[in-house]
């Protein structure tokens, strides 16, 4: 096992305490067979594990304080998960669930990303102010890249993995970075209480919910402006593109609710209702006929977006 110590003392400490425990977020992850989901809420100490083929919860990880976000590697292999209380990134086995590696990535760790290749992995550190770029061939730190505020769960790349969105919670912000330097290139403004982001695949239009204004903000990424807002649910979190670009949905917390948004009019069409504060953790299924929704309790409720309703649930 390799575990990277940037400093002993600190980590040691970290792991004693709860890092801003009044932030909650949590986390949905499902394996590129569809036949694992992973599910983590920032409040409680271990990872769900689900099997999507018997609607069953079959395992908890535990060993954890603050899990803020759970990827899995491309080829389905491996998850990495992000600790903000220990200030680790941990990287387990899919097929064992065992522990790998640990990276000690500091106190604060929250969202993180991972490019096309499985190469490099991003992660938000909402206590420096920082993004952490790990290089998982040669399991080093490549750069610790500055200049953020408060970065939180929200951190996407590209289709093309040459630029990377960080958003910023205290200055509403978001941070956009080049790949290949590794140096923030610019910044967008605008948002309010910005939270979950999705990005087109032609690298043009961005979406990013706005809990503060009830509202998903529509960035044109050519000009770097909201060119639009569209009204939703009450306190937004999530937003989610559908893989073909016809469908956004957003997870609205106070109302417990999902908001349709049809790309191509950019107009909200319709809702969902019955969940239990669902928040950015929405993911759809390969086929894009259902979508899997994390609720508070860390439940799974399933929606098949025809019907536009809740068709099963998985219960942790």
Do not use: C, W
Request: hydrophobic fraction near 40%; proline fraction near 2%.
């Amino acid at each position: 096992m390799l575990i990277l110590f940037f400093s002993i003392i600190a980590t040691k400490t970290q792991a004693q305490q709860i890092f801003d425990g009044n932030i909650k977020n949590n986390s949905l992850a499902i394996s590129p067979t569809e036949n694992i989901a992973l599910a983590s809420n920032s409040d409680v100490n271990f990872v769900s594990v689900y099997n999507l083929k018997s609607h069953k919860l079959i395992k908890k990880i535990f060993g954890f304080i603050s899990p803020r976000n759970i990827i899995f590697s491309p080829d389905g292999m491996k998850f990495y998960i992000t600790d903000s209380s220990t200030g680790f990134l941990t990287v387990l086995e899919t097929k064992k669930f065992k522990i790998i590696e640990k990276y000690a990535v500091g106190f604060g760790a929250f969202g993180s990303a991972i490019s096309n290749n499985g190469q490099e992995i991003y992660i938000n550190n909402e206590a420096t102010n920082t993004v952490t770029v790990i290089d998982l061939s040669s399991k080093s730190v490549k750069k610790i890249i500055t200049g953020f505020a408060e970065p939180r769960q929200g951190i996407k790349l590209n289709a093309t993995n040459t630029k990377i969105y960080v958003t910023n919670f205290a200055s509403d912000a978001i941070s956009v970075v080049d790949a290949a330097t590794l140096k923030i290139d610019t910044t967008i403004t605008g948002f309010s209480k910005i939270r979950a982001i999705s990005i087109t695949k032609d690298g043009e239009t961005l979406f990013a919910a706005n809990s503060g204004s009830n509202s998903i903000a529509v960035v044109n990424l050519n000009t770097g402006i909201i060119a639009q807002t569209i009204s939703v649910g009450k306190d937004p979190y999530g937003a989610s593109l559908s893989s073909d670009e016809n469908i956004l949905l957003s997870g609205n917390k106070e109302d417990n609710s999902l908001s349709i948004i049809d790309v191509s009019t950019l107009t909200n069409i319709g809702v969902i209702t019955g969940f239990n504060e669902p928040r950015q953790a929405i993911v759809y299924s390969k086929n894009g006929k259902n979508v899997f929704v994390l609720n508070k309790d860390l439940s799974i409720s399933v929606v098949n977006l025809s019907e536009k309703k809740i068709i099963y649930s998985i219960q942790n």
